[in-house]
């Protein structure tokens, strides 16, 4: 069972580059979420789905889109990187018993 | 608007001292406070959720309490390991998202 999984670890891009950071988990779960965290801020949220095929904005979505097709797998989409973008963005999962989990982190630099 | 606030930003603490971090919380409405424990590099590792107020939870050398307008999370007799970020956040009913504090950045000498 590994959880959480998020991928890159790390990216460097350049602005106006796009680019899909990759997040899943295996513990079949209906919520997923993306959150960013930025220093002297806590995590916000951007987007989030409850279910397949059922996405909804967070508080900060603009620049970023995402997609359920599964229920495993929970992508987003930076559409024209720019630098107010760098960030750490943390993938997030749970079950409606509210308990939620993290990924480890994609550590993204916009130059 | 929902809102947390996390005090204080930063505590250091000699091994063995205990103490106590404070989130105060503005929220229509508590679904649930969350407890989560960050590591540098790593993402939130989840601690407690607690649902109404007097509700206490503890674990290992952790132990958090719940009032209407705040929450503590106490550290009794803590150890290096327990150095970390601790964040808090809360949900509101009808609403998916978490509300996040900025965190309080704790470390423990020996």
């Known amino acids: 069972n590994a959880g959480v999984t998020q991928t890159p670890k790390f990216q460097v891009l350049k602005t106006g580059q796009s680019m899909t950071l990759q997040c899943a988990q295996d513990?079949?779960?209906?919520?997923m979420s993306w959150y960013r965290q930025d220093p002297g801020m806590g995590l916000r949220l951007i987007h989030y789905?409850?279910?397949?095929?059922?996405?909804d904005q967070g508080e900060v979505p603009n620049g970023y889109n995402v997609s359920r097709s599964t229920t495993e797998d929970f992508p987003l989409r930076l559409l024209s990187a720019a630098p107010s973008q760098t960030s750490v963005y943390f993938c997030?999962?749970?079950?409606?018993?509210?308990?939620?989990?993290f990924g480890p982190g994609t550590r993204l630099l916009v130059l | 608007e929902d809102q947390v606030t996390q005090s204080p930003e930063a505590l250091r603490l000699q091994e063995g001292e205990s103490s106590s971090l404070n989130c105060s919380y503005t929220?229509?409405?508590?679904?649930?406070l969350f407890w989560y424990r960050q590591d540098p590099g790593k993402g939130p590792e989840f601690l407690f959720t607690?649902?109404?107020a007097g509700e206490e939870k503890e674990k290992e050398r952790l132990k958090a309490t719940l009032t209407k307008k705040e929450s503590f999370l106490h550290i009794t007799a803590p150890k290096p390991e327990d150095s970390a970020t601790y964040l808090c956040?809360?949900?509101?009913?009808?609403?998916?998202?978490?509300?996040f504090g900025t965190g309080t950045r704790l470390l423990v000498s020996p």
């Open positions: 607690l649902y109404s």
């Open positions: 956040a809360v949900q509101a009913p009808g609403f998916q998202k978490l509300v």
């Open positions: 997030a999962s749970r079950s409606n018993l509210e308990t939620q989990y």
């Open positions: 789905s409850v279910g397949a095929g059922i996405t």
């Open positions: 929220v229509s409405g508590l679904r649930g």
């Open positions: 513990m079949n779960h209906e919520y």
